[in-house]
Structures are given as structure tokens and as C-alpha cells.
């Protein structure tokens, strides 16, 4: 029916733009039309042969994906203002690893960031993708330029201008021309894997799944092409030009592909090394948080769009069964990140503890130059199948042991003398020597041994406290700091043993109890062997067994920039030398997995911060996320203010009217905001956590997405 010359059947003009033709389509469209018909309706007046099965719509203004095809265009709310782009949902990006290496994945741009990181990981054979998610890069102000002390000397400057790339490039980018793009003392021998197209014409890749968006509105006399039961990248296609991991020529490259990612080269690019985040104060460290990707949204509602780069980090901060025989690329980047946390000062540490990274660091290299090779052929071979599966089958039985007073006749006991202190308000801390009791999960103090018949002066009960150690190896200072819960949040206790073995000892037991278990739980001989073992390699060996000379060690590699300007460069490399004599024995593996244990043991490990305000606070604080609690920390003295536990939390959810994260504990309620960044993310930071505890022990257990989106969602 036509009035003064226009349709008046409710149909109207909807504009969409087609990004691989480049040219834009209107269709003549009604309201009830679902989106899988507006999608077949514009395949058909392009009216090219080809695929079309990896395309959706994307509606800019809305910064949506029309992803639900059986959906109208007026429950969508589409209008004839409306203006689609019909784009391809597998895109090029670029995604930096924890060693700053970066790749070249094509990946899908409409589903949400939790499948986006379980399909990259699954590619780089990293397993628990649970523990990994996306950020963005921090720019501008928030990332200090290191030529100042990073060029204290000449020689490092020129050394790291000769072996550096291009300038245009902040990152060590993996190509496919090693002997142009190699960085460093070991070049890179990744190839570039899925190079962008300007016509943005499919491309092969492990990541790509057919899409169902489209296939579901298919109907027999469309002209969408597709070949059943099969991907439509075909041997003879013409897009299958690029070699990717998996094909049948490329079983060398798969092998330097994965070497690559289990031993990552020794520096990156001096571009990357200058834009590392350096955080100065405990404000700097929470904005590197303001980057996380909301894992509920895709990355086209991120606005990251194609050939964009992107950050791959652990998130979260439990590492579930760190396997040396399956986790050799895993246990690789996190030991990466572990690293570059260090160097950047990101988590402090003693100036003990940085010598013995510093040396941890430098056996991990020589190994890698002497057998990193060989490690992915061990991993694979058979030889030691059965042996590994006793071992696991032991760790196993260890693990899962919890102990209980009816588990042996006699709970183990450890009676001492030890200093004792409870800092007062203005922080003052005077020492009282005391005779200690430590049975089952509390230490009874008493005046002396021989009032031990008599009531203790102080009671403490373990059981849920914070355990931190407080050392110094070089002033001989073995404490303990406790924070025991109380009614005002906590409160400080330190203890101050006089030996390695006493504070050992101890600090099991107290480590221990805080979980609730005893000293007859079959995991303290080796948590003790495990403190002892720590503290040795903090202790410097005169005799060097390497000549200093004989090693090129640019010092801003191995340390903080705070111990650059304490010491000279000669000094950090011999101190760094006299630790290394105490790890000099370890293997490749060793090395690693020491490091990350080492940098699990410090007191701000697997602790968050993010800027934010609470209810009843005028200024603004920060906030304290870990694995088990959660803190309200004082940015200027960086001061612990109060501590909530998440074993006393009833329910935490998001007022989105004033984006507000609401937490429930048995105490009492939490409020506050996070003008930084969208507390959503919070909101999936505790849920995360919730999430990871829940983990059994089955390593064979299947990765629940819908639970992970439930409580990390942040609705009621």
C-alpha cells in the first residue's frame, strides 16, 4: 500500500555497514524481523559467494553485539536511526604475555573475556585458565622512564641500544623474520601468526570456532555458503596460506614455538623494559588494577578492537596443582610475572630477599643456555611415567591429609623461650621475654618454665589470624608478625625467636594454625625443611664459585631500582654472585619454582589494591584484595586500618544505581566505591576467590563457567 509515494506497511530503511566490502547496505526492514533474517536479507543483496558464517552484527552506539538471532529488531530496540556494521567476530590481537613476549592470536572479538582466556591458554597449553584474565596497558604519567637509572653506566646503555629493536615497537612482537626482529641474548624463534589483513579476509587458526550466530538462520535457499560436518577452511582453500601450529609442516615450528613459551628470552626489548609500570606508592600499585577486563563482556564492549594489545596476567593468585611435568609453560610465566612484580618493586622485598631472587635468577639463565632445551623432550618422555604417578599419588594422600585431635594419641607440642611483643598505638615496640606454649592451635604465654603449672598470662588462638614473617637475615632477626582477629578488626603481636631453627619451627606451626590444622598434620617436617631452606639461600657465600668477570650481569635486570642507588654496580653484582653459590646445584626447574615459593612467602604476596572510598570515610583509601580477606589500608603509611576475612562473609553484591559494592560479614557490612575503576571488578576479584576455593582435589574436574559467572556477577 503506498501513501504520497512512501510504504506505509511499517517497514523502514535500516543502514548497516559491511566492513570486508567496505560499503554500506540499506535494507527494507519491519520491527519483527529477527536478527538472523536481517543477516541472511543482507548476505543476499551483497550477493557474493563466499563465507559468511564467522560474520554478526555489532552496533556501535549501543557498543553491543545483536548475538541473540532469534531475537527482533524491537526487542532489541533497533530503530531506523540505527546505523549496524556487519564485521567478522575473529580478529586480529596482539596479547603480551607475562615475559613481555607478545603474539599475534586471532581471536573471538563477541564472547566474553572468561572464554576469550580459556581458548588463548588452551593454544598455549597453560592450564587453569581460570587463574588468568585481561588488562589494559597503564599509560601516560603512571609509567616512569627508567633511562636514568637504567643508563648508570655506559656500558649497559650500549649494550642494550645494540641488541634492541626497532623504536616504533614498546614490546618484544613475535614475527616471522628472526634474523630482523631478534631481541636480546636469545632471539625469539616465534613467526607471526595470523598477520592482519587489510581486507580482513578470514584466516586459518587454532581459535577459531564456526560461529552459530549465523548458521542458526540459515534456511535452505539461502545463499550463505558453508560445508557441512566441516570447517570451511579447507587444505585447499585460499586462506589456509599461513602456517599455524597443528599442521603437518609446521612440527619444527611447534617445537621452538612451545621452548619459547617454557624458557622466554633473558631481557626483553629495552622499549619494554622502559614502559614497565614502576610503582612509587601504594596508589601507583592500585592503578595498574584500573586496567581488568570485565570477564562478562566481550572485548568489542571493551572498545579493544583489531590488531589492539592487550596484557595476559594471573589474576587471581592461587595457583592449583603446579605440576613441573604438565605445567612447564605455566609454571614458566608465572615465575615471569613473579619476576618482573620484583624488579619493578610491584611487591616489596628485603634487601636479602632481593639478592637471593637476583641469584635464583641468574641459575634460572645458565640452566636455560645449558639444558632449556631438553626440558619440553623430558616432560614428554615415559621413562619416569610410573615414578611420577607414585609421587603424585603421594602428594596426593599428603595434601588431602587434615588432622584432627583424634588422629594420634598425642598432638605434638613446642615449648620456648621467645620475645614478645604487642606494639601500642603510637607504634612503639618493647620486647618481653616469655615462656611459650604452642598446643594444638594456640599459644599460651606464661612469666616463665617454671609458672608453666599456673594460668598463662595471655591465651592466643591461631585459628584464622594473618601469619607475616618479619627477617633480616644480616641483623640475625628472626620475627613473627600475627594479626589476630578481634573485635576492632585485629590486632598486632609479633614474635622474636633467636635462631633459624627455633623461627622455623614456630612459624610452621603458626602457619599451620592459622588454617586450622595441627603440627600432627603430615605437611610441617616439610614446611619446616621448606623455611630453612629459604633462609639459607639468603645467606651470602664469600668464596665465590663463578668469577664475576666471566658473567656480562647488568644489574637494573636482576634488581629493584631502589637497590641501584644504594649500591654501586660492582657491589650488586658480587652480592648477587654470593647467593648464587648457595643455588648453583639447582636445575632449570628448581630455579623457577624456587623463585615463585620465594615470592609466595613475602608478606604483600597475592595482595590487590585498588583506590576506593568507604561509607563513613571522608578520604579517599585503599583496598586490599587476597586470596582470604579483604583490607582497608591507609595510602599514605600503607598502614592496615581493618581486616575482613572471607570465611566470616555472608553475601557481597553491587548497588548499580550508585555502583556501590555492598559486602555482608558477620561484623557488619561494608560499603564503598571505586571511582577509579568500575567496582564490578571488585565484585569478580572476591567472587573469583570464592570461586578458585572451591576447587576439589579431582584434578580431573571440569571448569564450571556458570558458576564462575554467579558469583562473580554481582547480583543479588
Known sequence: MMSDGGLVDGSWELSVYVTD?????????????????????????????????????????????????????????????????????????KVQLPDLQILDLRVDFSINVFNTVVQICKELKIRHPEELSILRKVRGKDTLNRSSSGNRNGSAKKKRDSTGSNGSNPYLTITSNHSQDSIGPQSSPFMKRFPASPARSPQPSVLYQQSPLLLNALNK?????RTPHSSPYTPSSPYNGTLSPGSMGSLSFEESYETSLANSPM???????????????????????????????????????????????FKFFAFYDLNPKYDVIRINQIYEQAKWMIITEEMDCTEEEMMMFG?????????????????????????????????????TLEGSHVSSPGDILRIPELQDYFRYSKPKKLGFKSYKKLWFIFKDTYIAMHKAKEDTNGAPLSIINLKGCEVNPDVNISTQKYGIKLLVPSSDGFSEVY????????????????????????????????????????????????????????????????????????????????????????????????????????????PDFGITYFVAKFKGHKK?????????????????SADTLKTWRFSTMKEWNINWEIKELQVIFEEGAVFLTTPAVDCKIIHEYIGGYIFLSMRSGDKNQNLDEEMFHKLTGGWS
Open 21 to 93: 566490502q567496505d560499503t554500506e547496505k540499506c535494507l527494507r526492514v519491519k520491527g519483527d524481523l529477527h536478527i538472523g533474517g536481517v543477516m541472511v536479507k543482507l548476505v543476499e543483496s551483497l550477493d557474493i559467494a563466499r563465507d559468511w558464517s564467522d560474520h554478526a552484527l555489532w552496533w556501535p552506539e549501543r557498543n553491543m553485539w545483536l548475538a541473540r538471532t532469534r531475537s527482533t529488531l524491537d526487542q532489541y530496540g533497533v530503530q531506523a536511526d540505527a546505523k549496524l556494521t556487519f564485521t567478522p567476530m575473529h580478529q586480529n590481537l
Open 495 to 602: 614474635l622474636r625467636a633467636d635462631t633459624e631453627e627455633q623461627y622455623a619451627k614456630w612459624m610452621s606451626a603458626c602457619k599451620l594454625a592459622s588454617k586450622g590444622k595441627t603440627m600432627a598434620d603430615s605437611s610441617y617436617e616439610s614446611e619446616v625443611q621448606s623455611i630453612l631452606a629459604f633462609l639459607s639461600m639468603q645467606h651470602p657465600v664469600p668464596s665465590v664459585v663463578i668469577n664475576p668477570a666471566h658473567l656480562s650481569i647488568q644489574p637494573e635486570d636482576f634488581v629493584a631500582p631502589k637497590f641501584l642507588k644504594k649500591f654501586k654496580t660492582k657491589q650488586l653484582v658480587q652480592r648477587i654472585m654470593e647467593n648464587h653459590a648457595n643455588v648453583r646445584n639447582m636445575s632449570l626447574m628448581e630455579a623457577k619454582m624456587n623463585y615463585i615459593k620465594a615470592w609466595q612467602a613475602l
Open 620 to 636: 579517599e583509601e585503599i583496598l586490599g584484595v587476597a586470596s582470604n580477606r579483604m583490607m582497608r589500608i591507609d595510602s599514605s
Open 359 to 395: 641469584a635464583l635468577q641468574l641459575q634460572t639463565q645458565q640452566q636455560q643456555d645449558e639444558s632449556g632445551q631438553d626440558q619440553l623432550d623430558n616432560t614428554n618422555q615415559n621413562g619416569d611415567d610410573v615414578d611420577a604417578a607414585l609421587a603424585d599419588l603421594q602428594i
Open 221 to 225: 535457499g539461502s545463499t550463505l555458503m
Open 267 to 313: 631481557t626483553p626489548s629495552r622499549e619494554a623494559f622502559l614502559h614497565l609500570h614502576r610503582p612509587r606508592t601504594l596508589p601507583d600499585r592500585a592503578l595498574v588494577n584500573t586496567g581488568w577486563l570485565d570477564s562478562s563482556r566481550s572485548l568489542m564492549e571493551h572498545r579493544v578492537r583489531e590488531n589492539d594489545t592487550v596484557l595476559l596476567r
